[in-house]
């Protein structure tokens, strides 16, 4: 395939994926509000922190997510097809091991905190305990389905991996309208709806694969030689997952014994807007992930470089013409949006979407670092960084009992993590820091600083309301698009963009003229 062909494919894949966000964006936004005013404060507070418990057991799965779709990628892009097939028998046995690893964990470990340490509210200790075993059930079909999801994005098939998930979001929409009818305990049956949603998605996905995917044919594979090499990408990147698993779910714990569940519904709320808001980033991110780990597979250097740098800016683009306008208007849209907003609220949505305008960053970084296979000078450094900031983290909430505290201290330690990285692309894949700072850092940093102006200006002059919020939201993603046309992008990305919009309106208009 050309590189013209390519980028046309990925253009196609983010638009794609920028379908599903929009429809995913929308559908979180409702959903997060009805299961706050539908459970509560306490008991959502619960739920986010019971499924933090879970994912300190699935930081397994998490390493071998990334492992499975850097080794499908590769083989494809090498055109072997009996090393396809075996890479994907070895990585769903190795799933179905860590799945069964998550539930022994989960009832021995998990429970003991559950049942010893955890701050449940009194009268809701049943809730919790059926809360928990349906969390731990959707971990072990969650992490069986990571090979499917890894094949599918392998072979490009973006449009069917956003259809499913568009489905999967469908139907916790449904859930939402379910639960306000729920015939037994709220909490206990929006957990069992959400595992159902679970056991489908990875229904759908199995289906899929097997139909069409020669490679995705079950047959019992072993080999030693793969396992060593597979084995030594998920011992690092067990490191570094391990170690950024450990310091945001330990924030929530902390939260847990030094503020209460109350805090952790607060916090829950502002990471359902990380999440919403990242998956922007996440998915363009998605698309043109495949791309980078095949051209360093073929040795193609130069593509890759543009590949991590347009990405780089895109992605902070799209995230940033979203954030601006939350940030600046976070009262307001929290008001909106949840009617009754849990106290810190607003201060954790406004610094964890300065994280999430780094991570858009980091994730090519993390995408070249994995083809590049040289995963200990990656997570090494940055682990020993994350559990430095860990016991910064603790000793600033335990003295200051200051929610805001745990928050600010993850800000600095994501913006150090960021200025490591740069160094390390250099040491990777060859990337210069001085020629990732020109072509990134520089356009950005002068797109961030002229279209700020306006908005700010705007909101600060009327500054209540409805109408400080549409005006200025109206002014703030002007200025955005306006300022990244003309100054945020080189004139060949720019002429690529406005040739792939004609033709696109051509296209609809021919089909309408028919």
Wanted: glycine share 6%.
């Amino acid at each position: 395939m050309s590189g013209v062909q390519d980028n046309k494919q990925v253009a196609k894949n983010t638009v794609y994926m920028y379908i599903r966000m929009a429809f995913t964006m929308l559908v979180g936004l409702y959903t997060s509000r009805v299961v706050l005013q539908v459970l509560g404060v306490e008991d959502f507070g619960l739920y986010n922190v019971i499924g933090g418990i879970i994912s300190l057991f699935t930081v397994l799965n998490a390493a071998l997510v990334n492992t499975t779709s850097r080794f499908i990628t590769v083989s494809l892009a090498k055109g072997d097809a009996q090393d396809t097939r075996q890479i994907f028998n070895m990585s769903f046995l190795l799933h179905f091991f860590v799945g069964i690893l998550i539930v022994v964990l989960g009832e021995t470990v998990g429970l003991w905190y559950l049942h010893i340490k955890l701050v449940i509210p009194e009268g809701r200790e049943l809730a919790a305990e059926w809360l928990y075993q349906f969390t731990i059930i959707s971990a072990f079909l969650a992490t069986l389905n990571v090979p499917y999801n890894a094949t599918i994005i392998a072979h490009e098939k973006i449009n069917v991996y956003a259809i499913v998930q568009i489905i999967d979001v469908a139907l916790r929409l449904v859930i939402v309208l379910l639960i306000k009818v729920a015939p037994f305990d709220k909490l206990i049956f929006y957990a069992l709806l959400i595992l159902l949603v679970t056991v489908l998605n990875f229904a759908i996905n199995y289906i899929y694969c097997h139909r069409k995917f020669e490679e995705v044919k079950f047959l019992f594979y072993w080999s030693w030689k793969t396992f060593r090499e597979i084995l030594k990408f998920i011992g690092w990147a067990l490191v570094g997952n391990f170690s950024n698993m450990f310091y945001t779910q330990g924030i929530n714990l902390m939260l847990n014994a030094f503020c209460g569940p109350a805090v952790n519904a607060a916090r829950g709320i502002a990471v359902q807007v990380q999440g919403v808001v990242a998956q922007m980033a996440n998915n363009v991110q998605t698309a043109i992930n495949p791309q980078i780990i095949k051209s360093y597979a073929v040795n193609d250097k130069d593509r890759m470089y543009n590949l991590i740098i347009a990405s780089s800016r895109l992605c902070f683009y799209l995230l940033f013409v979203i954030s601006l306008p939350i940030f600046i208007e976070t009262e307001f849209l929290l008001q909106l949006w949840l009617g009754t907003v849990p106290e810190h609220t607003v201060n954790f949505v406004r610094i964890i979407l300065m994280c999430v305008l780094l991570d858009a960053f980091v994730n090519p970084m993390f995408t070249a670092n994995l083809a590049s296979g040289k995963l200990a000078l990656y997570h090494g450094p940055l682990a020993l960084l994350m559990y430095v900031f860990m016991f910064i983290t603790y000793f600033s909430i335990k003295i200051s009992r200051i929610p805001e505290s745990v928050f600010i201290s993850y800000f600095v330690a994501c913006l150090i993590g960021y200025v490591m990285r740069i160094f390390m692309l250099n040491k990777q894949v060859g990337l210069k820091p001085l020629h990732y700072v020109k072509r990134v850092l520089s356009p950005v940093a002068l797109v961030v600083c002229i279209s700020l102006i306006a908005p700010i200006t705007v909101h600060y002059f009327i500054n209540s309301g409805w109408i400080d919020f549409l005006v200025t939201s109206f002014v703030a993603v002007i200025s955005v698009i306006v300022t990244v046309y003309y100054w945020g992008v080189t004139p060949g990305e720019r002429e690529f963009a406005s040739s792939f919009v004609r033709n696109k309106i051509q296209r609809l208009k021919g089909n309408n003229r028919q």
